[in-house]
């Protein structure tokens, strides 16, 4: 159980496009996902917190414009990298946690974004 | 503020031996809960233990346990009996039970060598 996937796995783009990128709890209703960005050998560094039906919450320095999140369901959450630029280049990761256990997160397997 | 601090950058262990990462952190918070993640070459992360800090009883699953030490908050896991598949980033991890916040260390590089 608590099965969370992401899609796509790898993606690349060109400079100035959007990219869309989807998290889905496959087994459980998600209250609650994150998202994370990894650089290399990094730890995890959390970009916002998506309640759904409400507006996500950013962490100080990610600009919320650039980086939109939409949390529609229990199920889905899609973050877009909105003229995404090479400095944009990352490991994200999302992660979800059901309103039965907020305290344990759930994490998908990630998407690497490349921006030429 | 609340931070978790994770001093080993690298570490590595012979195959079948057992080796100890360690965790400290830091909260005003009286009770929350501690984790360690696993994330292998696939960088999926993985669940490994997972600890309630008002349980004195020290967690175990399979040949993953830890030394949780509460007031000197220090959370450390031992693998016992190192396989080939153990090696990966490990990442210890805070949540306080006020929020649902994750603070995780910067994590500890572990190889296990044949």
């Known amino acids: 159980g608590a099965v969370v996937s992401q899609h796509p796995s790898w993606v690349i783009c060109k400079s100035g496009t959007s990219v869309k990128i989807e998290c889905r709890s496959l087994?459980?209703?998600?209250?609650?996902m994150f998202w994370y960005r990894q650089f290399p050998k990094q730890s995890l560094m959390l970009m916002a917190t998506?309640?759904?039906?409400?507006?996500?919450?950013?962490e100080q320095g990610v600009e919320k414009d650039k980086f939109l999140i939409n949390h529609a369901s229990l199920t889905l959450s899609t973050l877009t990298v909105t003229s995404a630029h090479p400095e944009d280049s990352s490991f994200y990761i999302c992660?979800?946690?059901?309103?039965?256990?907020?305290?344990?997160?759930?994490f998908g397997p990630g998407t690497r974004l490349t921006v030429l | 503020a609340q931070t978790v601090t994770q001093s080993q950058p690298e570490m590595s262990v012979q195959e079948a031996e057992t080796v100890t990462l360690s965790c400290t952190y830091d909260?005003?918070?009286?009770?929350?809960?501690l984790f360690w993640y696993k994330q292998p070459p696939s960088r999926q992360m993985i669940l490994v233990i997972r600890?309630?800090?008002?349980?004195?009883q020290n967690a175990t699953e399979n040949r993953f346990s830890v030394n949780f030490q509460k007031a000197a908050k220090s959370f450390s896991l031992k693998i016992s009996d190192s396989q080939l598949g153990d090696t990966a980033m490990y990442f210890c991890?805070?949540?306080?039970?006020?929020?649902?916040?994750?603070?995780f260390g910067t994590g500890t590089s572990l190889t296990v060598i044949p």
């Open positions: 992660s979800a946690s059901s309103g039965a256990s907020t305290d344990t997160q759930y």
């Open positions: 991890a805070f949540i306080p039970n006020t929020g649902n916040q994750f603070y």
């Open positions: 600890q309630e800090a008002y349980k004195q």
């Open positions: 087994d459980f209703q998600a209250t609650t």
């Open positions: 998506s309640n759904e039906g409400s507006k996500a919450t950013y």
């Open positions: 909260t005003s918070e009286s009770n929350y809960y």
